[in-house]
């Protein structure tokens, strides 16, 4: 998750993502990011120093909650990295720091031990991108597992339409291209695929 209305950022934590088993997600508002944080499984939090003073309140908060996940700040002015450090983050990269350089620096801190996930039959190996229905190894592309992680990671939860698109295309694009997206998926899962939900007027939900 990036909080970050940078388009370099987004789209290194995209690449990232394209990389292994995540799902790149990027909200621009902090209280956006509240929500992702307390209702999904977040691998990486990363957020733009340019707007540290009020982030790192929160990330203070984050840490006393409990929350143990790498958080990473980007952007970051050379004379600020200790104190951004001592706000409780894992690492401060600075502003020149783009482009391949900053997916790498970003990349170390991705648990290579991706857990696996389950749904009632459903079963995701993340590391391996493999999933598997009733113990039967199926094959999806990687939007459609892309799209059966983020459902399985907020599993009960109404994923908004908005998010589906951002993960499925990766940009906010034409709704019928998402539900081409979902159809394929639960054709796929056979009849595992009557857990995904459309809620009217929403979006979707795993049950």
Request: glycine share 8%; net charge positive.
């Amino acid at each position: 998750l990036s909080v970050t209305a940078c388009r370099r950022i987004r789209t290194a934590t995209r690449e990232l993502a394209r990389r292994g088993p995540w799902a790149a997600q990027s909200v621009s508002s902090l209280s956006v990011a509240r929500r992702f944080v307390s209702q999904s499984t977040v691998a990486l939090l990363v957020l733009d120093a340019r707007s540290a003073r009020r982030e790192a309140l929160w990330l203070g908060t984050l840490r006393s909650d409990g929350f143990r996940r790498p958080i990473v700040w980007v952007r970051a002015n050379r004379r600020e990295l200790s104190t951004l450090l001592r706000a409780g983050a894992d690492d401060a990269i600075p502003n020149g720091v783009r482009g391949d350089a900053l997916t790498e620096r970003l990349a170390r801190f991705l648990d290579e031990r991706a857990p696996v996930l389950s749904v009632g039959p459903i079963e995701l190996e993340c590391r391996a991108r493999r999933v598997r229905v009733h113990g039967r190894s199926i094959a999806l592309t990687p939007r459609e597992h892309a799209l059966l992680l983020l459902l399985v990671t907020r599993a009960g939860q109404v994923v908004a339409m908005e998010d589906v698109g951002r993960v499925v295309l990766l940009e906010q694009g034409d709704c019928r291209n998402v539900y081409f997206h979902v159809h394929n998926l639960k054709q796929k899962l056979g009849a595992a695929g009557s857990l995904i939900e459309s809620v009217w007027g929403e979006g979707y939900r795993l049950i």
